[in-house]
């Protein structure tokens, strides 16, 4: 049974950073590519950035493109990194990690993921 596990939420001033992580267990999914969705209260959830199976190629979405940052090491139990700098209040939302064999490089609101984290709560206080 795979299991994504995210940690690194909290609460932060507007213009402060984060840095989010998801570990994998229960099966290595050094070969998937990962990446991170979001859902703001009240609105649906939205692709933020996805990363291939050997960190080689990124995605970023439009709106943090330049202030999140996307690694991840399959050395061990596969883990992504999302560094967050320069967060805004509009980053507030609930961060999901997920895996999937193909991860579309646009995946929409991400129906179809093989793997889903339960995710974990960014706060950015103005």
């Known amino acids: 049974q795979v299991q994504l596990v995210e940690s690194g939420g909290g609460l932060v001033q507007a213009g402060g950073s984060l840095r989010l992580s998801c570990a994998a267990s229960?099966?290595?999914?050094?070969?998937?590519?990962m990446g991170w969705f979001r859902q703001a209260p009240g609105k649906e959830r939205e692709f933020v950035v996805r990363?291939?199976?050997?960190?080689?190629?990124?995605?970023y979405a439009d709106s943090v493109k330049g202030r999140f940052t996307i690694s991840r090491d399959n050395a061990k139990n596969t883990t992504i990194t999302l560094q967050m700098n320069s967060l805004k209040p509009e980053d507030t939302a609930v961060y999901y990690c997920?895996?999937?064999?193909?991860?579309?490089?646009?995946?929409?609101?991400?129906?179809?993921?093989?793997?889903w984290g339960k995710g974990t709560l960014v706060t950015v206080s103005s």
């Open positions: 997920a895996a999937d064999r193909l991860f579309p490089i646009n995946p929409g609101r991400g129906e179809g993921m093989d793997y």
């Open positions: 229960g099966r290595t999914l050094s070969t998937y590519a």
């Open positions: 990363i291939n199976w050997n960190g080689g190629t990124t995605y």
